[in-house]
Every structure is written in C-alpha cells, then in structure tokens.
C-alpha cells in the first residue's frame, strides 16, 4: 500500500496544495509563474506542481515563507482560483437545458496533461479536453477512467533510427491525484466478482476545475499478482488483458459511481470501450426498482449515448465468444439471460454461434442515441453499422455526428492569449463561442504578423534544445551537441507533421520524391523547414519503418538545418507545435481519419492547415483559410503526392515569401485572420460540448427520466410495445400499389394489412431513393379508409408532386412509438415489394 500523506507544508503555504492538486493549472497559466518560483528546474522538467510540493527542501519552503512577492502572488492566486470554482458559470444559466443532471463520461484514456499521462494519442486528448470544457462552462460531467501504473510507452530513436519503446513507472505519490474516499471516510475500494475471485479495485480522484475525474487501478496487494497487472500498461497485453481492462471500465466504473452515490442521468461512451457498462447499468436498476432485466434495459438505454471514432471494422474491439461469456456470466442467472441472448447483443448475427463479440455493437445496442465525429464520418460510420439495421437505407443508419473541437485554452501560446484576450475579453471561452469570429476579425495584420513570428521563435527555440538532449542521450558527438543549437531558423517558413506513425496517416506522403522535397526545404531565397514528431504502435513494424525513412531522411547531407524529427511526442510537445508552425500538414488517406484533431489546435495560434480533403478538413476547408489536397473520392498516393509538392511549391511558398515594404505578408496573414475568426471558434470544445448537449444529452435525459420513475412504467410499456411488434411483424402484408394523376398532384394509395399490430404503433410511409437527379424523399402516408372485412386492414395514402414519376417510389411500415428513439430501438422495418 502507498504511504497517501502528502507532506505537511508551512501554514502560510497550505494554499498550494489545493492549487497543485487542481488539474487547472494545466490551463491556467497565470500560475505557471508560481511554480516556477518554487524550483525553475523541476517546473522545467516535470510541469507537475505536486511533484515540486512533494520534493521541495523544507529550507527553501522556510525562505518561501519569508518572501512578500510570493505571498502576494499566491494570496492572488488562490483568490482567482476561488473565484472560478465559485462561479455559477454559463450553463447554470441555461435552463431548461440545465435541470440539475449529471453525465458520466467514461474513457479508455484521458489526456489532461504530461504530468497524469493516460493516453495514448487523439481519442485521450480529446477525453482531456472535454472535461476541461466541462469545468469552464460549468456542465455537470464527470469522468471515469483507468489509473495505468505505466501507460503508453515513451519513445526514443536509438542511432540505427530505430524506435525504442520505455515504460516508466507512474508512481502515484507524484501524481496530482489523491484517493477517493467513500460515503464511510474510508478510501473507496469496489470489488468486482471475477472466476474464482473477487478483484479489488481502488478509486482516485483527479480535481479537474470544478469537475471530477474518477480513477480505477487494480494494483492492490488484495489482489493476485496477475491481477494487480490488468491496470499496468494501455494498449498492451492480449485479447483477455484487454477484456479485463474493459471490465474494469465499463463495469467498475459503473459500481464506482454508485457506491459514490452520484446519481447520473447520461453515460456517454467516448469509444466502445466501457460498453459493458450498459449491462451493469442494467442490472443495477433492475435490482433497485424490481423490474426484469428487459424493462431495466428499456430504461437506461435512454440514458445512455456512444461516440464511435473508428472509421474502419478493423477498428472495432472484439472478443472471442467463450472470453465474454467467461467474464459477463455473473448476468446469465442474475439477470435471466440465454448466453446467447447475452451474446447476441455483441452480434451482427444474433444466431451466428461463431461470430465473436463485438463491443461497438454493444455500445449501439445498449445506447439510445450514437454519434460519429465529423460528418465524414457520420457518413462511414452509418455504412459501417449498416448491417445491424437491416433493409433500412445507409442515410437512415441511427448514426448521427458531433464533430470534435479543441480546448482553446489548453494550446494557446501566451502571444496569440494576449491578442485574443485585447479583443475578446479573458472569459471567452467560458461560455458559447459564436460572436467570437466577428470580434477577433478585426485585428491588425501587424499584430498578427508579429504574433506569428513570436511563435515561431519559441518553437525553435523548443526544437533547438530538444534535439541536443536527444543527441546527448544518443551519445553523439558533443560537436553534433552543440550543432543543435544551430538548426533551424527562426523567419524560415515552417512545417509541421506529427502524429501516429501508422499506414492510413501517410506520414511519408511527403517523402514520395525526395530530391523534390530536398530542393523545396533548401531554396536559396525561399527556404522552408520542418519538423516531424510521432510514435509507432510498438507492434506496429511498418510504422516504425516509417519512422527509420524520415530519419534516413534527416541525415542526408545538408539537411541537418532544416528538418528535425522530435522523438517522444506528447501534449507537452504538441503545444510547442501548434504554437510555432505557420503550417500544419496531414495527409491521412480519405476516409480513415475520423476527425482530427491535431490541426484545430493551430487555428487560434494563427497556423494554416494543409491537409487531406479528410475528417474535419473536408468540412472546414475553404480556400480562405488554407490548403487542400485530395478529392470526395477515396485517396490516390501518387496523385496526393503530386498535389502536395505543388501546393507547397505553387502556392505556400510565393504567399509567405511575398512581403509588403514593411517585411509582412498581406495574404498570408489575411489567411491567418480567416481561419483564427472563424474556424477557431466553430473547431472549439465549447462548440462540441454545446452540440453533445443540445443534440444528445437533453433528449437523453429527459427520456430517461421520463421512463424511470413511477416503477419505471414507461419503460415497461415500451418493453411491452417491442415485444408485440417483434411477434406480430411478420403478419404485416401490403396490397397493390395504385396512383392517379390529377394535374400536378399524383394521388398514391396502397392497402396494408396490419394483421397482429395496431394501426398507432407503425408508420406508413412513401420513400424514394436519390435517382434520375431527384433527392431522397420520405412522406407520410396516412390510413384514411378501414377495409370491411379484414382485421387492422387500411388504405393509406399520400399526394406527391406529379413531377417525380409514380414508380420511384416505395410505401414502407416501420415501427414508431413516440417515446422511442427509432430506428435505433426498434429497426423493425417492411417494404412493399
Ligand atoms: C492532438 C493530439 C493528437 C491527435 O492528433 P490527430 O490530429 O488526431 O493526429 C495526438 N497526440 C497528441 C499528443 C495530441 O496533442
């Protein structure tokens, strides 16, 4: 067990241990000053306040003491910090979309900052930065994630240009975490039921602003050893580690929260991940209310929302049947399920024996409503779920979109802060962001210009000093040490590419001519300079090729000034980037990249984007603000290649080499005030987290509500309705299809025989599929005539516009029920054929 007694600081210091153990101030960079203050050094290398607290000599706390200024600027600091966690903030204003509910977000991953590494790359970051939002806009959602002793692997490229992978030891002592207590006082532990053993987990609780952020770890001395391991590293270790880290998640995270006693209304499920916990959820209100496990499940599917961010099957979490059932039997008898019941909602094919299970297709299955996160993707996403809504159109596929946005403040530099601070205001990104654009349209192209260059020289700075700690680790010579401090120039166009070494990203999509790249970087008048970043998946041999040719590629002669690669990328290094380039360049292959969210981080810096017609760029891009490459058609390697040299060549070039008589580059700073006005706010986090509540937390809650209370009689009812359909629909038949031309007007009827199913619990419709130039189109149809004789049989009908021929269309009967959410709760569909 952990000694957990952080040490006792002098009186007049107690402050800043509520400070330190306050995530803010991974944004909050007025306090950036303090901790620097207390030991340069370590801030330097750790930019973990808790770790300084912990470290600092009691000598140097005694003269802290003693120090007026430092008094002041805690006493003012700790004001500030109150003052914010006092504040109602915007959402508390908002009714009726405030009504005091709570969301759980649960994550695989969260990236809040170098100092709590829990992450891996975009979707991590991304988890970081909603929470952060969360607390700025004051909206009730707490996290819920897994504490790894080791987390994602470090990187360093040893002289062969080989990556190598280290695991450093995350010792929670000196993480800014501390463990969360139970409704008894005593530090919260949940035991979860496993084969033969009960597996004890511990809680944490990160104080992120005014939200929370719960974290499990298995690493308890209760535990057998292989079991204090399932917690020990992301994304490593088989297909049962990774099962066992799910259970975890989805169902640890789920009795976390209620032995908390935090009520939540929404689970959102950044990824399917935690898809377990729509069983848990389940169950647990059927054992509170004494309802079956059915209804139970009717229930909290209306609470419960799924973000999928993968644009491919290969992407989807899968299990091996026989490994689900091992961990998930504890629901057969308890919740009288078949196994395959159970594993039919892991199932395309809910009959198919050997079809394995499939986490997405639980998180669809036990969530009312599910999203993509670009548009793109919404679009991908509806095809690659397609299959479990059968005989409905892709369009139609329940999958809807809330593209991702970025936490402003988490990677502004302090120049591009202070620009924005004169025209906005400091609490802009407090609230919603619309106005922003027209405000910040205003500044002047010297300001910008000026800001931009500011930047840049940090980054190069940055990169300098970065490199020559590589090479001493690499053991070159103090010569070559010493000529790092050399690279690079600071009024030189610069690049930046840093990312996930993986195919789909094409990270060398710009080494495809190599004398054409070597002759753009080094133009006598016109040089240009890049900067390359990015780990490979440690399985991943291919990416890490990729990495050993752009480190081929950086020691060829006469490049050494001009291209650098920076091993280790993290948010920390990710800041400096989006900071200090004036382009930022991807070139993922359409449509394999989700979203993106790499490139919104240079909006407010005042970056430009190059990038892929791809994820949020094929819907941001306009010619304004940037460049792109690519089409609407799947990508072309040879053609993109070709695009991008002459883009860089053609077009970047001449505009940032082309100065007025006072050295600034009108157009391309025009540029740089186009996409900082109005794609930095639209690409926000506060945008995204208004459209997640707007779009899917609102109905989510109020659906839920509405189906638990009274004994959950709603929700039984809705129960009930499915079950009748899913009995009565094959009896559903149509008649003939007759239409009457009546000048402009085609007059369609059709007689449908109900059989089984009552009239108000369908919908008749007239659809036609997108053809001969005519979009798609769906209409109601409606019964008006009873037929004598037959049980539930109407004629309905409908008037369309004669225009479209008569033959186009289809009449369809779908389910409908206005308290459901359809077609994802209930795909039942007929067509008349
Ligand atoms: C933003 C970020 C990512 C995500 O970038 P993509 O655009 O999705 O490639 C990955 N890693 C780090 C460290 C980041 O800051």
Redesign the pocket.
């Known amino acids: 067990m952990y000694a957990f007694l952080p040490r006792k600081l002098p009186k007049q210091l107690h402050d800043l241990t509520e400070l330190a153990l306050n995530l803010r101030w991974t944004w909050n960079h007025a306090l950036d000053e303090l901790w620097k203050a207390i030991d340069p050094l370590l801030w330097a290398r750790t930019h973990n306040p808790w770790l300084i607290l912990q470290n600092t000599a009691p000598q140097r706390l005694k003269a802290l003491c003693q120090d007026a200024a430092f008094s002041q600027t805690l006493a003012r600091a700790i004001d500030e910090h109150r003052r914010y966690l006092d504040e109602p903030g915007w959402y508390a204003g908002q009714r009726p979309l405030n009504d005091g509910a709570q969301v759980a977000y649960f994550s695989m991953e969260f ?1 809040l900052s170098e100092a709590l590494a829990l ?8 988890a970081g ?1 909603y929470l952060k939002t969360a607390s700025d806009m004051g909206v009730p959602i707490l996290g819920v994630g897994l504490l790894y002793q080791e987390g994602y692997f470090r990187q360093s490229i040893d002289a062969a240009g080989r990556q190598q992978e280290a695991y450093p030891h995350n010792d929670p002592t000196s993480l800014p975490i501390q463990p969360a207590f139970g409704r008894d006082g005593a530090w919260l532990k949940v035991a979860l039921p496993l084969p033969g053993r009960t597996l004890h987990l511990r809680v944490w609780q990160v104080i992120v602003g005014r939200t929370r952020l719960y974290l499990l770890d298995s690493n308890d001395l209760l535990n057998g050893a292989a079991d204090r391991g399932i917690t020990s590293k992301l994304y490593a270790g088989g297909s049962e580690m990774r099962l066992l880290q799910e259970v975890v998640l989805g169902i640890g995270g789920w009795a976390t929260l209620d032995a908390l006693g935090i009520r939540v209304d929404v689970c959102h499920l950044n990824e399917g991940h935690a898809a377990l916990l729509v069983l848990e959820r389940a169950r647990r209100f059927m054992h509170k209310t004494g309802v079956s496990f059915q209804q139970a499940w009717w229930a909290t599917r209306a609470g419960n929302v799924f973000t999928t961010h993968t644009p491919v099957a290969a992407g989807f979490d899968v299990f091996p049947a026989a490994l689900v059932l091992k961990y998930a039997r504890g629901y057969l008898d308890d919740c009288q399920l078949s196994s395959q019941e159970l594993l039919a909602l892991g199932r395309r094919d809910p009959t198919d024996d050997d079809e394995p299970f499939n986490m997405a297709f639980l998180a669809l299955r036990g969530c009312a409503q599910s999203n993509a996160v670009s548009r793109l993707h919404g679009e991908v996403s509806r095809r690659l779920f397609s299959d479990l809504y059968p005989r409905w159109p892709y369009e139609e596929v329940p999958v809807g979109y809330v593209t991702n946005g ?1 936490h402003v403040p988490s ?1 502004d530099s302090a120049w591009s802060d202070h620009l924005w601070t004169r025209s906005c205001g400091k609490e802009r990104w407090l609230g919603t962001v619309e106005t922003l654009a027209d405000t910040v349209a205003d500044t002047d192209d010297k300001a910008l210009w000026a800001m931009a260059a500011e930047q840049r020289h940090d980054l190069v700075n940055y990169a300098r000093q970065r490199l020559a700690g590589q090479l001493s680790q690499r053991d070159e010579s103090p010569q070559q040490v010493e000529e790092a401090a050399r690279v690079l120039d600071p009024n030189c166009l610069t690049l930046g590419f ?3 070494f993986t195919d789909y ?1 094409r990270p060398n999509l710009l080494l495809h001519d190599v004398e054409r790249l070597k002759r753009l970087l080094t133009h006598e008048q016109h040089p240009v300079q890049l900067i390359i970043a ?1 780990k490979a998946h440690p399985a991943d041999e291919q990416g890490k090729q990729l990495i050993q040719a752009w480190m081929d590629f950086v020691h060829l002669p006469g490049l050494r000034r001009h291209v650098v690669f920076l091993e280790d ?7 400096y980037l ?1 900071q200090g380039v004036d382009v930022w360049i ?1 070139t ?1 292959r359409r449509p394999w ?9 240079v909006l407010v810096n005042g970056g430009l984007n190059l990038s892929e017609l791809d ?1 949020w760029w094929a819907q941001a891009y306009q010619p304004a603000y940037g460049w792109a490459i690519g089409s609407d058609a799947p990508s072309d390697d040879e053609v993109d290649a070709e695009r991008l040299y002459s883009v860089l060549e053609n077009e970047v070039v001449p505009l940032f080499y082309s100065r007025d008589n006072q050295g600034i580059p009108r157009e391309w700073v025009q540029h740089m005030r186009a996409s900082m006005a109005q794609l930095g706010p639209q690409f926000s986090s506060n945008r995204m987290l208004h459209d997640y509540l707007e779009q899917y937390y609102q109905p989510a809650i109020q659906a839920f509500r509405r189906r638990g209370k009274d004994q959950a009689a709603l929700a039984c009812t809705l129960h009930a309705w499915h079950k009748a359909l899913a009995t009565g629909w094959d009896s559903i038949h149509f008649g003939q299809v007759e239409s009457r031309r009546d000048g402009d007007w085609l007059h369609i009827s059709v007689p449908i025989y109900l059989g089984e199913i009552a009239a108000q619990w369908v919908k008749v419709e007239l659809y036609a599929h997108a053809c001969d130039g005519f979009p798609d189109a769906c209409l109601p149809m409606n019964a008006v005539d009873k037929m004598p004789g037959a049980t539930q049989g109407y004629i309905f009908y409908a008037t369309v516009a004669a225009e479209r021929p008569a033959d186009h269309y289809t009449p369809r009967v779908r389910a409908w029920h206005p308290e459901a959410f359809l077609p994802a709760e209930n795909p039942l569909i007929a067509w008349q054929r």
């Open positions: 990236g992450y891996a790359g975009g979707l991590g970051v991304l930065d970025v990677w840093a990312r996930r990203k990015g990328y993290d948010i920390e290094m990710a800041q989006v991807n993922p990249e989700a979203c993106g969210t790499s490139g919104m981080k994820g």
